[in-house]
């Protein structure tokens, strides 16, 4: 191929700066073979809506189809690790094809249709004053600790009807669980300590609401078992995973979004001239400027052309959101944070079949956040400039974001 | 007699979701990019468009009464 693109996403200056190396290989070879990992690496716009569309052509059953060993490479002896990890993704129905996939979503897709996740607005609403009004004295906070953290925990708990004393717990076990995105030779070990640690977790709350259901979403989730579209294992897994997913990205989300702000003065006044009018425009262009999920895989059911290369049966395929919502073939000005942005066809939630189940809640929470933060705060700084982000290639996460404010 | 309904679905927003076509099979079709299209607005009943429409996960789609311009979804 002759092209000098080093093909190490988890160095420093990538994970740092996603947005260079991404759009260095979107303009180069925008279908390109890693061939460090053995992947494809799909990085334009109309490539990811076009695979993320044909959901025939690209398995979202990554592990189950996947007979190799995993990605960076792990302690050998740590590959019946690996079997359980492998076990327990294969049973999320983000991980299944049609037409299981559509009877696994049809249970949980009522539940967050926009109709329905407007009613959460006002708890919402609501929590994010307290967690506001619990910081505003101090003239400092860590977004992500006071703030990004603890809102989505406390609306997915609140959804799924989780006692309030076991949220440290669940961020806790989601933390280990993150160890899924990362490079780490050794990542197996907290990664299975957080799937097992969920199941146990969860088990005795399934337990109960199969035999008293009630309007909350676990209860929602063990009905799929009476419909026969999930078994018992697929309950606690699906639940596990949407305590996660239920707060994880939208974390990001939240931080990305503020610091967006913080390094967009400009943008910042626009938003305080009306919070209200213009949160839901400026949300979505947080989702596409720093986007909380960076890349997601699948793998090919079949060989399939793609710009003059051969995808082959069963390579595996990652696609770049990251470099996709900064496409300048299909956004104006790319690489500008601009809050009036419309339309905005960002694939911060993916496309297709497998769209982001939460994205309505994503999308809530973040609005009545930015919406709040401009309607009570002058303006925040960064109170130190050397910011981290975890080495993940799944999620764009920071470590912390300290800012004050007067 | 059913009403006759103008339904429309808004591309720059549409991400393909599909359940459109789960709910109402008989009206709403992917197209060449995976779009959904309303084919057929009498296809199915206005109880199986309405329940398409709220289960647009991006609320794509709107529904009118298509003699008098009443909105009927959102």
């Known amino acids: 191929m002759g092209i000098a693109l080093q093909d190490d996403m988890f160095t420093p ?57 995993p990605y960076p ?32 979503r049809k249970v949980v897709h009522g539940y967050f249709t926009p109709k329905s996740l407007e009613e959460w607005r006002p708890f919402v609403r609501k929590a994010v004053k307290h967690l506001l009004d619990a910081v505003e004295e101090k003239g400092r906070m860590d977004v992500m600790r006071d703030l990004a953290t603890p809102l989505p925990v406390l609306v997915i708990a609140a959804m799924m009807g989780v006692p309030e004393a076991d949220r440290p717990y669940i961020r806790q076990l989601a933390e280990k669980l993150l160890y899924i995105g990362r490079g780490e030779y050794d990542r197996m070990k907290p990664l299975t300590e957080g799937m097992k640690g969920m199941i146990e977790y969860v088990s005795p709350l399934v337990d109960e609401r199969i035999a008293n259901p009630g309007d909350d979403f676990i209860s929602v989730l063990a ?7 999930f ?10 995973l949407l305590l996660l997913a239920g707060h994880e990205t939208t974390i990001n989300l939240l931080c990305n979004g503020t610091l ?23 949300t979505e262009e947080c989702l596409r400027y720093d986007s909380p999920v960076k890349s997601i895989q699948r793998i090919a059911t079949q060989d399939v052309e793609m710009r003059g290369k051969t995808l082959k049966k069963d390579d595996r395929v990652r696609w770049f959101i990251s470099s996709a919502n900064r496409d300048p073939d299909m956004f104006r000005n790319p690489d500008s944070f601009d809050i ?24 809530v929470e973040g609005q009545e956040v930015f919406k709040a933060l401009a309607e009570r705060f002058p303006g925040f700084r960064v109170e130190n ?10 999620f764009r996460s920071l470590k912390s974001l300290p800012v004050h404010w007067q | 007699m059913a009403r006759n309904l103008r339904i429309r679905v808004d591309h720059n927003v549409c991400v393909g979701n599909a359940m459109c076509e789960t709910f109402a099979p008989n009206v709403f079709r992917l197209n060449d990019d995976r779009q959904s299209e309303a084919i057929d607005p009498a296809g199915d009943s206005e109880e199986k468009i309405l329940e398409a429409a709220e289960n647009c996960p991006v609320s794509a789609i709107t529904v009118e009464d298509a003699d008098t311009g009443e909105q009927l979804f959102p």
Not at chain 1, 231 to 238: E, K, P, S, Y
Not at chain 1, 385 to 394: F, H, N, V
Request: charged share 25%; with cysteine.
């Open chain 1, 223 to 229: 009905s799929g078992e009476k419909q026969g579209a």
């Open chain 1, 13 to 69: 200056e990538v994970i740092a700066d996603p947005y260079a190396y991404y759009g260095r290989l979107r303009d180069q070879d925008p279908v390109h073979w890693n061939e460090k990992y053995e992947f494809w690496v799909v990085t334009r716009h109309d490539d990811l809506v076009w695979l993320t569309r044909h959901h025939e052509l690209f398995s979202s059953a990554v592990f189950k189809n996947d007979p190799r060993p």
């Open chain 1, 231 to 240: 078994t018992r294992h697929q309950v606690l897994v699906n639940t596990s």
């Open chain 1, 385 to 394: 400039e050397a910011l981290e982000y975890q080495p993940s290639i799944t």
């Open chain 1, 73 to 104: 490479a792990i302690d050998e002896s740590d590959l019946g690790l690996y079997d359980y990890v492998r076990n327990y993704q294969g049973d999320q129905f983000i991980q299944h094809d049609r037409p299981d996939h559509l009877d696994m």
């Open chain 1, 260 to 282: 967006s702000f913080i390094q967009h003065p400009d943008q910042w006044a626009k938003l305080k001239k009306d919070p209200e009018g213009a949160a839901k425009l400026a």
């Open chain 1, 340 to 363: 009036t942005r419309w339309p905005n066809q960002h694939v911060a939630f993916g496309s297709g079949i497998h769209h982001c189940l939460g994205a309505t809640l994503a999308r």
